[in-house]
């Protein structure tokens, strides 16, 4: 197999993009963490919150700070992850972020609506 010289992987390149530009980051997380609700596309936002991590530090070095083993931090931000609300909130302190709450798209409100009737 040929290697293209001057050719970047995707990996490499979001690395340093999420390195460069923290807002970019924590917008790129905004959108993945939306995918949470749905249990079909939950991967996406773990895997996010995964390169995030990779980015500022790297998993064994976010692991260590937020006072998890590496082997669970891989397991928690894998595609069939389940990080208990514990693991997300280290993880997301030792990025230097917070987890908030905001109201649902006006689309998803009027099912809310709907329950709550």
């Known amino acids: 197999m040929k290697k ?3 050719a970047v992987s995707h990996h490499e390149r979001e690395m340093e993009e999420l390195r460069e530009d923290r807002a970019f980051a924590v917008a790129y997380l905004q ?3 939306e995918s949470l609700d749905n249990p079909d596309e939950r991967a996406g936002a773990l895997l996010a919150l ?3 991590a990779e980015a500022y530090g790297g998993l064994g070095a976010v692991a260590a700070q937020a006072g998890i083993s590496r082997e669970s931090l891989y397991r928690s931000l894998s595609p069939k992850g389940n ?3 514990k693991t997300l909130l280290a993880v997301l302190k030792t990025l230097n972020l917070r987890l908030t709450v905001a109201q649902p798209t006006k689309k998803k409100a009027k099912t809310s609506r709907k329950l709550a009737a």
């Open 50 to 52: 995964r390169a995030v």
């Open 31 to 33: 959108a993945a963490m």
């Open 83 to 85: 990080p208990t609300l």
């Open 4 to 6: 293209l010289i001057g």
